[in-house]
């Protein structure tokens, strides 16, 4: 308990290193903390721990793994808490079991974790279908390699339509975007996308949108706060470290951006000028370097112009950390090279708003790294390049007030041709 305050990384980490130097001390994991007892009437707050999207649930994993301890505890709130479960949800998809599988190597790959949650979907839909029973047999007995092709089967080619036809959106889902002979199994796992739309005749613009997780964890998602609000959405997987390196996650990126742009029509009355790109942290960093670095849609035989717009949501604009990590560099260590977004700056960039927390809550130096590329691309003459700081909030908090500001910046800048 710290009495309402926020129990800063430091702190927590030397209570840690306290613990585990005692004998038979009890390994903690945790994910984060953030009660709303106050908000409830109950009592005061206790405190508040910043789950660093992700990052703490990590480094505390690590930091138990690497004691003494016999047994290790995955400390989750249940009563009057928020931001303290481990388990997948819509916002954070399959963060923290992704990273549990990461370290313990329990011999699934993330693909597999994924299986029962599609099995759910189909088990409401086809009710109790034969072959969802026999899948769901496989998956009990631990032998997901058996259940995957049933379900994908079930599934459908095209991927699962989520919405009624007479509804006023569509989503198809799964929707692979990479072609071509000799790609191996894990880029037709991984290379794949949903696209929500409109489904009436008014022209509208897309949004592509690429998840975080340090570009180690995550997973598609169409963001709620982007639903029903008269735009299309894709959202797009792409290849993790350590399974690729860079630039591989890059180039993928690049592919579901170049997908778009040539199918987006077939989407209702989509339009291929009015495609934004977008994501949060490391996904930001994509959308950034996908719009900056020219060579990457030039592959395609895209050309960046063609974007109507790049709205990376608290990215980095030097290189990113898991890329420095591949090469043996620490996380402290600041590189620019032709990896980092800021790097290529210019005037032909599509039109850019950068959008970080606060300052004095987000990841170390993030706000000052989108400070600095703003200003230089202000320097080279760039016409329209914004930044926008949401004072109070952190790395994991940031996106909800960003939609808002992400939807008007679309709507000034989609001008549809006839």
Known sequence: MSGGKTVSRTDWNKALSDLYAKKDSIGVVFPGFRDIYKQAGVSESYGRIDDQNG?????????????????????????????????????????????????????????????????YQLRKKLADHAEIQKASGF??????????????????????????????????????????????????????????????????????????????KGNKEIPVPLRNKGVAVVSANYRLNPNVKSPDYIEDAAAAVAWTIKNIHRFGAGRPEGVFVSGHSAGGYLASMVGMDKKYLAAHDINTKQLAGLIPFSGHTITHFTIRGERGISGNQAIIDELAPIFHVGKEPPPMLLITGDREKELMGRYEENAYFWRMMKVVKHPDTELRELEGYDHGGMPEPAFPLLLEFMEKRFKPSN
């Open 55 to 119: 990052v703490t649930f990590s480094e505390t994993l690590d930091l138990a793994l690497e004691s003494d301890s016999e047994l290790i505890q995955i400390a989750t709130w249940n009563d009057f808490g928020e931001g303290t479960v481990i388990e997948p949800t819509t916002n954070l998809g399959y963060r923290y079991v992704d990273t549990l599988q990461d370290r313990l190597s329990p011999g699934f790959s993330p693909e597999d974790l994924r299986l029962p949650a599609t099995l």
């Open 139 to 216: 998956l009990l007995a631990g032998e997901p390699d058996k259940a995957r092709p049933i379900i994908e089967k079930l599934s459908g080619e095209e991927g699962s339509r989520a919405f009624a036809k007479n509804s006023k959106y569509r989503l198809v889902s799964d929707i692979l975007y990479r072609e071509g002979e000799g790609l191996t199994d894990y880029e037709k796992t991984r290379c794949r996308l949903d696209v929500y739309y409109p489904s009436g005749p008014k022209p509208y613009a897309t949004v592509i949108w690429f998840h975080g997780g340090g570009i180690q």
